[in-house]
């Protein structure tokens, strides 16, 4: 017989009596769980090609969840180049039946996902704007409405990346801080955290569509090899092969917001990783799908922010990582 049998058998009759009916309160309390429809669609629209090795993670996570593409769901996605086209895109989106919908990364995706999808569930990943305090959700432990997700407080993460760019680099001077069109509070929060840490920060927006980086870049020609921080938005993380092998030409040391910018040539990076937020993402579409309501499922916050460091790029721009970096690093690239 084993230990836990034995304590069951000891327990006074009227503790195990009492257990009983509050276990039994307790699934009365939870919603029943129903069977998803014989075909989930799932409607996303974004800024990142259907090749990008994040939809692979949402789709291997929904096939762990016992959703099969082509036989029992649907991922209709629809790309699109500038946040402009979300209401679009997304009107188009709700015309075709999706039983729920994503909206990932900035405040426009939400807004138009919201104004086309009537009373269609939302599951979002807030990446550059806070849910609660834009007013889409009533709080973060019970959202209410039909929208619920994952927050990621960049903010804070900006004021931390500043932090970490003067540990690595503690004689540079010049901060620049790149911005778009959602990112301008990440850019701002970063400016004064860098005039706390020594820095001369100077604010560089990034305009045009395609974004010309060329042209943003341009404007720090009077400071050659001014380190540059790269905010978490999702235009920067579509572009960021080019927007990193740009640095690297002009031997710009550049901090990202996610690891996939430290693998495209960031020297280092601090945040959460995309694709493992989608698999999240794909966790609450089935909690949805199988008949729980977005209004009771507290929204998450990453409490876990990836270090990666990238030798191959400190090596080709002359600098040294200092050790105390190099210990806490959850990912060296060498």
Avoid: C
């Amino acid at each position: 017989m084993s230990a836990s049998s034995i304590f069951a058998l000891a327990m006074p009759r009227r503790a195990a009596l009492a257990a009983g009916v509050a276990a039994l309160l307790l699934s009365a309390a939870r919603p029943r769980a129903q069977s998803p429809p014989k075909m989930l669609r799932v409607g996303y629209v974004g800024l990142q090609p259907r090749a990008s090795p994040i939809f692979a993670a949402f789709l291997k996570r929904m096939g762990e969840l016992g959703y099969q593409e082509g036989k029992n769901f649907t991922f209709d996605l629809m790309q699109i180049p500038s946040f402009q086209e979300f209401p679009a895109a997304y009107a188009e989106l709700v015309a075709r039946g999706p039983n729920i919908l994503i909206a990932t990364g900035n405040e426009f995706a939400m807004q138009a996902a919201r104004a086309t999808g009537g009373n269609i569930p939302i599951v979002f990943f807030a990446l550059d704007f806070d849910p609660f305090e834009k007013g889409f959700v009533a709080g973060l432990a019970r959202p209410g409405g039909n929208s619920t997700g994952i927050f990621v407080r960049q903010i804070e993460l900006a004021e931390k990346r500043v932090q970490l760019a003067r540990e690595t680099l503690p004689n540079a001077r010049s901060l620049g801080l790149l911005w778009d069109a959602t990112s301008r509070d990440q850019a701002v929060a970063a400016a004064a955290a860098a005039s706390q840490f020594g820095f001369e920060p100077r604010l560089i927006e990034v305009i045009g569509q395609p974004p010309d980086y060329v042209a943003a870049l341009a404007r720090m020609a009077d400071t050659p090899g001014t380190l540059m921080l790269i905010p978490a938005t999702p235009q920067f993380y579509r572009d960021r092969e080019v927007l990193f092998r740009l640095l690297l030409e002009r031997r710009m040391p550049g901090i990202g917001a996610f690891p996939e910018q430290a693998e495209a040539g960031a020297l280092l990076s601090y945040g959460v990783g995309v694709a493992g937020v989608l698999r999240d993402v794909a966790r609450y579409v089935d909690r949805i799908a199988r008949g729980a309501k977005p209004a009771d499922l507290p929204i998450e916050q990453p409490t876990h922010f990836d270090l990666t460091v990238n030798l191959k790029t400190a090596k080709a721009l002359g600098l040294t990582i200092p050790p105390s970096i190099l210990a806490r690093a959850d990912e060296v690239i060498e």
